[in-house]
């Protein structure tokens, strides 16, 4: 019998403070007793709620089951920054000009978003949480603005548009005289990430999906022509899994030694008040991405999308155990209260109300894990920190490769190596984490 069973299942730090900001949601509905599908998928976040919706589009009479170890929008979905990017993202990267064919990669990005687009329209999500507004590269010393005109030439190259701000135009878009100038690119699609996802599960379960929160998955076993996955309380026998569990995927026993687990820190402002907003300025929807990749994420968000609240997000840690240690949120909550009051004296001391770490899986060479691992069992993970998109395809890609469709996402990633195979674990989360630090040093006050 072929089988795999989770060493354990996921563990956050901290609450997911995009899901903790909107309406309370309705019960949960676990996996209880015995139940069957053609299709089940394990995860619903970005990646396994898009599988889950293009199997409703390629198998319409399908049944099918997805199964997440908590809530939706309280695991990495609802702790992200929230930007589905459309052009070359490489966090290795100086600049974030990517090393292959970005032309590709690009028109994949933007098929994620029209996917996401057309979602919005045919599930009913508010349109507040999928915004086209693009996004900012900010920038705080020369070296960092070098890097935005950098990337800028390499955009223009790639006949994409953008504009330099300078720092009045900072000012004016987020109230902060921190920034020497910015990067505008219109392409991004700025998200309430849990709204986001809350809304595609919401739209799925009108269509016929069954979705089983606090149902972590502890085994899937093939027996006969079916799997069966088991959850605590119930099991499930389906003709295929999909597998859209990112970096969880080790858990299982798949790519072990290849996956490298790192985490994200973030706060959130409390809402702000009418004298707060005032002495604040700047319009009450942006988001700053750093100009160096290892420099600090802003976004501010109005009302519609959870309060006008300000979130700030730095710091990196690997833990490859799958969890993010207390030590490792209050060291990054402290450099946060640090980079905030730098960028708003108008604001500074304000105690933040949320504080989490989010988890991201990467590989060495910055592939993903999608394709058939055992036959009727596949993956679509690993996302390498760019969730939203990158999550968002290899849900799309698994999905079709599960219905036998072959598709330009399908080839791309069916194209990707295997990731490489990490150092030993102590000195792969030793030198890691020296090099995090490092880089984290070296951006300053980016």
């Given at each position: 019998m072929i089988?795999y ?6 563990r956050?730090?901290?609450?997911a ?9 309705g019960?949960?509905?676990?996996l209880?007793?015995d139940a069957?599908?053609?299709f ?9 709620l ?15 089951a997805?199964?997440d ?6 695991g990495a979905a609802?702790?992200?920054?929230g930007f589905?990017?459309d ?10 000009a990517?090393?292959g064919d ?19 329209a ?7 949480f999928?915004?086209p507004?693009g996004?900012?590269?900010?920038a705080v010393s020369e070296t960092a603005?070098?890097?935005?005109k ?6 223009a190259?790639?006949g994409?548009?953008?504009e330099?701000l ?11 005289t ?6 505008y690119t219109?392409g991004?699609v700025m ?12 739209g799925l379960r009108r269509?016929?999906v ?6 972590p998955v502890t085994a899937?076993a093939?027996?006969d022509?079916?799997?069966?996955v088991?959850?605590p309380n119930g099991?499930?026998?389906?003709g ?6 990112n970096?969880?995927l080790e858990s ?6 290849r ?5 994200l820190f973030a706060?959130?402002t409390?809402e ?10 700047g ?14 994420t802003?976004r501010?968000i109005?009302?519609a ?5 300000i979130?700030t997000?730095?710091?990196a840690v690997?833990r490859p155990?799958m ?14 209260q640090?980079?905030f009051?730098?960028r708003?004296p108008?604001l500074?001391g304000?105690?933040m109300?949320h504080?989490w770490a989010g ?14 691992v ?18 968002t395809?290899?849900?799309?890609a698994a999905?079709?490769?599960a ?5 330009a ?5 069916a ?13 792969a989360e030793i030198?890691a ?7 984290e040093?070296?951006a300053?006050?980016?």
């Open positions: 089988g069973r989770a060493r354990f299942t996921p956050h730090l901290g609450p403070a995009w899901n903790a900001i909107l309406p309370a949601q019960a949960a509905t676990p209880e007793g069957t599908a053609d089940a998928v394990i995860g619903a976040g970005f990646a396994g898009s599988a889950a919706r293009r199997l409703t589009q390629l198998a319409p009479n399908a049944r099918i997805v199964l170890a908590g809530r939706v929008a309280e609802g702790r992200n920054s589905m990017i052009l070359p993202h490489e966090l290795t990267s100086e600049d974030y990517g090393a970005d032309r590709a990669m690009i028109a994949l990005n933007r098929l994620a978003q029209d996917f996401g687009r057309d979602a919005v045919d599930y009913g999500i508010d349109p507040a999928f915004d507004v996004k900012v590269n900010g603005h070098a890097h935005n950098s990337y800028a030439r390499h955009l190259s790639l994409e548009t953008s330099i300078d720092a009045q135009a900072m000012q004016e878009l987020t109230g902060s921190h920034y020497r100038s910015g990067l219109p991004t998200l309430q990430p849990a709204g986001y996802v809350r809304g595609l599960a919401e269509a016929g069954a979705i089983h929160e606090q149902s899937i093939r027996q022509d079916a799997w069966q088991e959850a099991r499930l026998s389906a295929k899994v999909i597998l859209t569990v970096g969880h299982f026993g798949i790519a072990r030694g996956l490298m687990q790192v985490f706060t959130m409390p702000l008040d009418v004298d707060m907003l005032g002495r604040l300025g319009q009450p929807r942006w988001g700053v991405t750093p100009s160096d990749p290892m420099g600090t802003m501010r109005d009302r999308q959870g309060g006008n609240r979130i997000r730095t710091c690997l155990g969890a993010a240690r207390q030590g490792d949120m209050t060291r990054a909550a402290r450099v946060m640090r980079k009051d730098r708003f108008q500074a304000m105690r109300e504080a988890h991201l899986c990467l590989s060495l060479n910055g592939v993903s894990v999608m394709r058939e055992e036959p009727g069992l596949y993956a679509g993970c690993v996302q390498n920190g760019l969730g939203t998109a990158r999550g395809l290899t849900g799309m999905a079709e490769l219905c036998g469709e072959t598709s996402i399908t080839r791309h990633f194209a990707e190596a295997e990731p490489k195979r990490l150092p030993p674990q102590s000195f030198g984490n020296a090099v995090l630090r490092w880089k040093w070296r300053g006050a980016e």
